[in-house]
């Protein structure tokens, strides 16, 4: 009777205690391989510090990036304004090379017209933009790793 009532009145923070103590079975299997965790935990504490150690220098490049511009450089042969040119009837008379940039904004797509010259600035932000799509995957995947590491200790604290 008596302990019928405390069971209901304990709750939810009782109930994980108890289920502590009535899966010793279970946890006594843990203790046993303790030794062997003694050398997996040293390996999961190196594994820890390379993890952190490789995502701060990924985020170092990150802080190290220029400027960056999503889209691509192509080069355009253009037909001119004047009805009677060349360029009109044969498509080898177009003029050009003209250069633009394109991207896209709000799935609206931009033809950013380039002078020569301004070419190579636009080339330099794709390519960063590049490279922090590809860090940022990196980063990623590194956390995916990392947070399963930084798990696994967590959890074999829980055992102690
Ligand atoms: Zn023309």
Same mark, same amino acid.
């Given at each position: 009777?008596?302990?019928?009532?405390?069971?209901?009145?304990?709750?939810?923070?009782?109930?994980?205690?108890?289920?502590?103590?009535?899966?010793?079975?279970?946890?006594?299997?843990?203790?046993?391989?303790?030794?062997?965790?003694?050398?997996?935990?040293?390996? !999961?504490?190196?594994?820890?510090?390379?993890?952190?150690?490789?995502?701060? $220098? @990924?985020?170092?490049?990150?802080?190290? =990036?220029?400027?960056?511009?999503?889209g691509t450089v192509l080069k355009r042969m253009m037909?001119?304004?004047?009805?009677?040119?060349?360029?009109?009837?044969?498509p080898?008379?177009r003029h050009g090379p003209y250069l633009e940039c394109t991207?896209?904004?709000?799935?609206?797509?931009?033809n950013l017209k380039l002078y020569p010259?301004v070419a190579p !600035?636009y080339r330099?932000?794709i390519?960063?933009?590049?490279?922090?799509? $590809? @860090?940022?995957?990196?980063?990623?995947? =590194?956390?995916?790793?990392?947070?399963?590491?930084?798990?696994?200790?967590?959890?074999?604290?829980?055992?102690?």
């Amino acid at each position: 009777m008596e302990r019928g009532e405390k069971h209901s009145e304990g709750g939810a923070e009782a109930g994980v205690e108890r289920g502590c103590g009535s899966g010793h079975g279970y946890y006594g299997n843990i203790y046993r391989r303790s030794v062997m965790k003694a050398t997996s935990k040293a390996r !999961l504490a190196a594994l820890i510090l390379s993890d952190a150690q490789r995502f701060a $220098s @990924l985020k170092q490049e990150i802080v190290q =990036l220029d400027y960056f511009c999503k889209g691509t450089v192509l080069k355009r042969m253009m037909k001119c304004g004047h009805k009677q040119c060349a360029c009109h009837r044969d498509p080898a008379k177009r003029h050009g090379p003209y250069l633009e940039c394109t991207y896209k904004v709000h799935n609206k797509t931009i033809n950013l017209k380039l002078y020569p010259e301004v070419a190579p !600035l636009y080339r330099a932000a794709i390519q960063q933009y590049r490279k922090l799509k $590809s @860090l940022l995957g990196r980063l990623e995947r =590194l956390s995916r790793t990392a947070l399963a590491h930084r798990a696994k200790q967590v959890q074999s604290k829980r055992t102690n």
